[in-house]
């Protein structure tokens, strides 16, 4: 049991100095990298620790260069050690001068020889301070970035307080002597009151550290305001009286001071301190006033400074008591942020975190406190309509200029602008690490970064440095693929960033530029060249499921969608998985409206899909017969690469509706399928009397052969109905009526003949002969010479068709069928 008692107290005690180790710096508050980035080589040259040699041999020149930017020149850090402990010991002398001052302006008229040398080195130590002032990098207040050039530097603290502070340092009591004791030269003397902004610092920083009790501190403050103000005061009161003629000094209010029965008269023989202290009585019941009546203003001068004193005081005790209430009700911005340092303290040390990770998160913590502005609540109570407006003139220019975003349009950059949030970073941290699942897109304002990866040797190697206008995690986010590299902050960052939701809904409608995105990171640092397949791959996933939505926006009718998807950069031409295009779904559904917008947009309308079905033939199917009227009249069509088997499995399934409108909306219905069988062949077949008849009122040849030489006649009179039977007579007889040739005609429609033409006369010997070749006889004779000397490739002339006898033929109906031919030069014959 003692033993856990004792394990129990030396954890308690760790923890209590745990919590008691953080005191609020400046924005790099010793933050240490996690993975031993070039801070590491920064805090060494600013004197924190860490050995010189081990840790340049960690980073390389670049590394240099970006994370000390010209402390080798001479430049100092605010964080350097012994740079802190100049400042307080410039503290000190702050406090001495803000204090004497008043003292020395009120009870001396030159300084006593101690008292000389005492203010000779304040004034030395101050003029020291000046000089490094010069030499002191700085933060930037609307970047937060430091600023290490000399120039900057030097330009910023000559049109601040350089002026003041050279002043402040000159020897105003000598000039004062050698003037000829002029009373105006002391006034001077109140410029070194500038100092007083050192305390107030001082003050400040000390109300950020957790170590101290809030409210202690905030009562030495007030305190400490309080007797300045009274001390000052005091001394106004003393050299009132004393600037007087030495025969007037008895009508002020020291000269004329009697309490009991002791008397001031000659009050400049009195002790010092005793003066002093009468004069701070009198300050502090004025300030408070409680006058007693035993000291009051005497002459006009008096009177007119009490009065204003007074006045003064009613603003210095509302201030004061206005401090008093805030302390006991809480919620001021410094008291916020030190709870919740506290509890975050806690928190991290009850998980017992790591010592580089519980730096960065205070860190973090107190560059929040030092930039709320950037917070979102701060605008919470402003429309978002200005919020917009707002962020696109801040954070605009940025993104207009990220390569990511090249080509992109206005509108889409816009929406990415309205939904930034910015972000700061201190140097060391990760923000990424490889293998990661990312969600968020970052974009660097201001700072600087580094790629980080894994050398073979299994040691870090920088990839690439990351700058103004650079983003990262796109890829990660676009391709859907684990972080590959480390990104790691290299100097202080403000990033804007951009969640993964955010960005894929803007994508989804501003389709064209999410290609451009894709094509930007193709196009991108060679780093990005082995993600080539993945990028490639995922910009043909989405045009995929663009083509899905714009189809599903035809199919449901949807035209305002569809305008808008078309309008964003869909291609209306595009199909899907099964080859079909926005108009095969419209001319399906029956949407005259999205038909004729497609069509409009020029899209191809006899565009085939995967079954070969036109945007015509599923209106046909569908019974849409205004869709297939419009379609018709911008020059659709029904040709089909097996259009005679389709109207033939559409015969046998008996819908007369549906050959009704294949046939009135031109399909030839003497289509053969692959055993030359026509429609009319399968309905008489079939016994199909009403598709047997529809079938000839369209012009279907009762004359025509399959393969096995049958007719429709021969098939009805196989199949035994007598009606069909007769129908086919008749038609018979008809088409035989109509024209003697028809048959004949027909027939040969069908059955095209052909012909073998070799290149040489029918009479030349054999060693002259060469190969000839097969072709289908045309409709004209000057046809089958120009074909056939194409294709056996005779040069230009005239030339003539032979026959095996050699004769010459002047019309294509004198060749048989089969029959070989002869192509010679006209010549040939002289």
């Known amino acids: 049991m003692s033993r856990r008692v004792a394990e129990n107290h030396e954890n308690s005690d760790e923890l209590k100095d745990e919590e008691e180790e953080y005191e609020v710096q400046?924005?790099?508050?010793?933050?240490?990298?996690?993975?031993?980035?070039?801070?590491?080589?920064?805090?060494?040259?600013?004197?924190?620790?860490?050995?010189?040699?081990?840790?340049?041999?960690?980073?390389?020149?670049?590394?240099?260069?970006?994370?000390?930017?010209?402390?080798?020149?001479?430049?100092?850090?605010?964080d350097n050690w012994w740079y802190r402990a100049w400042t307080k010991f410039i503290l000190v002398w702050a406090v001495y001068s803000s204090f004497f001052t008043p003292f020395e302006f009120g009870f001396f008229r030159g300084l006593e020889q101690k008292l000389f040398i005492l203010d000779v080195v304040g004034q030395v130590a101050f003029l020291l301070d000046i000089i490094l002032q010069f030499f002191l990098a700085y933060r930037d207040a609307q970047t937060y970035r430091m600023v290490y050039k000399r120039t900057p530097i030097a330009l910023r603290y000559l049109k601040s307080n350089f002026i003041i502070d050279l002043l402040g340092c000159m020897p105003w009591d000598n000039i004062y002597k050698v003037c000829g004791r002029r009373e105006e030269v002391r006034y001077l003397l109140w410029i070194r009151l500038s100092r007083v902004r050192k305390v107030t610092k001082f003050f400040q920083?000390?109300?950020?550290?957790?170590?101290?009790?809030?409210?202690?501190?905030?009562?030495?403050?007030?305190?400490?305001?309080?007797?300045?103000?009274?001390?000052?005061?005091?001394?106004?009161?003393?050299?009132?009286?004393?600037?007087?003629?030495?025969?007037?000094?008895?009508?002020?209010?020291?000269?004329?001071?009697?309490?009991?029965?002791?008397?001031?008269?000659?009050?400049?023989?009195?002790?010092?301190?005793?003066?002093?202290?009468?004069?701070?009585?009198?300050?502090?019941?004025?300030?408070?006033?409680?006058?007693?009546?035993?000291?009051?203003?005497?002459?006009?001068?008096?009177?007119?400074?009490?009065?204003?004193?007074?006045?003064?005081?009613?603003?210095?005790?509302?201030?004061?008591?206005?401090?008093?209430?805030?302390?006991i009700v809480k919620g001021s911005k410094t008291e916020k942020f030190r709870d919740k340092m506290t509890d975050v303290i806690k928190y991290m040390n009850r998980n017992r975190l790591g010592r580089d990770l519980r730096n960065q998160i205070k860190g973090h913590l107190r560059l929040q406190y030092e930039s709320t502005y950037t917070e979102a609540t701060v605008l919470q109570d402003i429309p978002a309509s200005i919020r917009s407006k707002i962020s696109h003139t801040l954070y605009f220019p940025y993104i207009e200029s990220v390569p990511l975003f090249k080509g992109c349009s206005t509108e889409?950059?816009?929406?990415?602008?309205?939904?930034?949030?910015?972000?700061?970073?201190?140097?060391?941290?990760?923000?990424?690490e490889p293998g990661n699942v990312v969600d968020q897109l970052y974009f660097v304002c201001h700072g600087g970064l580094e790629v980080v990866g894994i050398a073979e040797d299994g040691t870090e190697e920088t990839v690439s440095q990351l700058e103004r206008n650079s983003s990262f995690g796109?890829?990660?986010?676009?391709?859907?693929?684990p972080q590959l590299y480390t990104v790691r902050v290299c100097e202080l960052c403000r990033l804007l960033r951009l969640d993964k939701e955010s960005f894929t809904s803007i994508l989804d409608i501003y389709f064209y530029d999410g290609r451009k995105i894709l094509n930007n990171l193709l196009e991108g640092a060679p780093r990005i060249k082995q993600l080539e397949s993945d990028i490639t791959f995922h910009i043909g996933k989405q045009e995929a499921e663009l083509a899905l939505k714009v189809?599903?926006?035809?199919?449901?009718?949807?035209?305002?969608?569809?305008?808008?998807?078309?309008?964003?950069?869909?291609?209306?031409?595009?199909?899907?998985y099964d080859g079909r295009s926005p108009l095969h779904l419209a001319a399906l559904r029956g949407h005259e409206d999205i038909t004729l917008f497609l069509i409009q947009e020029r899209v191809d309308i006899n565009i085939k899909d995967t079954f070969g079905n036109t945007p015509l033939l599923e209106a046909i199917k569908n019974g849409n017969d205004q869709v297939s009227s419009l379609l018709i009249k911008e020059g659709a069509s029904l040709k089909m690469d097996n259009a005679g088997s389709?109207?033939?499995?559409?015969?046998?399934?008996?819908?007369?509706?549906?050959?009704?409108?294949?046939?009135?909306?031109?399909?030839?219905?003497?289509?053969?399928?692959?055993?030359?069988?026509?429609?009319?062949?399968?309905?008489?077949?079939?016994?199909?009397?009403?598709?047997?008849?529809l079938l000839l009122e369209a012009g279907a040849s009762v004359f025509s052969k399959d393969r096995w030489g049958n007719t429709p006649l021969d098939e009805g009179q196989m199949c035994g109905n007598k009606n069909l039977i007769k129908l086919l007579e008749e038609a018979k007889?008809?088409?035989?009526?109509?024209?003697?040739?028809?048959?004949?005609?027909?027939?040969?429609?069908?059955?095209?003949?052909?012909?073998?033409?070799?290149?040489?006369?029918?009479?030349?010997?054999?060693?002259?002969?060469?190969?000839?070749?097969?072709?289908?006889?045309?409709?004209?004779?000057q046809e089958l010479i120009k074909k056939a000397t194409e294709l056996l490739e005779f040069s230009s002339g005239s030339f003539i068709i032979l026959s095996e006898d050699g004769g010459k033929f002047l019309d294509v109906d004198l060749i048989n069928d089969g029959q070989k031919l002869y192509v010679v030069s006209d010549t040939h014959l002289t």
């Open 646 to 693: 389709f109207i033939c499995t559409a015969i046998t399934k008996g819908d007369s509706d549906f050959i009704k409108r294949l046939l009135s909306n031109g399909i030839d219905p003497n289509s053969k399928d692959y055993d030359h069988r026509t429609p009319l062949h399968v309905a008489a077949s079939e016994g199909l009397y009403m598709m047997a008849k």
């Open 412 to 432: 889409f950059i816009n929406q990415i602008v309205i939904k930034l949030h910015e972000e700061f970073f201190l140097p060391g941290e990760v923000i990424m």
């Open 551 to 576: 189809n599903s926006a035809a199919y449901h009718g949807d035209l305002f969608q569809l305008k808008g998807l078309i309008r964003a950069g869909a291609d209306p031409n595009k199909t899907d």
């Open 205 to 327: 920083d000390l109300e950020k550290d957790i170590r101290i009790n809030y409210n202690f501190t905030r009562i030495i403050k007030l305190l400490v305001v309080e007797l300045y103000c009274t001390h000052t005061a005091a001394c106004i009161f003393y050299y009132l009286a004393t600037t007087l003629p030495a025969s007037q000094e008895g009508y002020t209010w020291i000269g004329s001071l009697k309490l009991g029965d002791y008397s001031y008269s000659n009050f400049r023989d009195i002790d010092l301190w005793k003066r002093y202290t009468t004069s701070m009585y009198f300050a502090i019941v004025t300030m408070a006033t409680v006058g007693y009546g035993d000291i009051h203003a005497v002459n006009l001068r008096e009177m007119i400074f009490i009065m204003v004193y007074v006045s003064f005081d009613m603003v210095l005790g509302a201030y004061l008591i206005g401090n008093m209430t805030a302390l």
């Open 733 to 781: 007889v008809t088409q035989l009526t109509e024209s003697p040739y028809r048959a004949q005609e027909l027939t040969d429609k069908m059955h095209p003949k052909k012909c073998t033409v070799f290149p040489f006369h029918p009479w030349e010997g054999k060693e002259q002969r060469r190969p000839g070749i097969v072709l289908w006889v045309p409709t004209t004779i």
């Open 26 to 78: 400046d924005l790099r508050d010793r933050i240490k990298s996690s993975r031993g980035s070039r801070f590491n080589l920064i805090k060494n040259e600013l004197g924190l620790d860490g050995d010189d040699s081990s840790i340049l041999r960690r980073f390389s020149r670049q590394s240099l260069i970006n994370g000390v930017k010209g402390l080798s020149h001479g430049v100092i850090h605010p």
């Open 474 to 481: 796109e890829i990660s986010i676009l391709c859907n693929i």
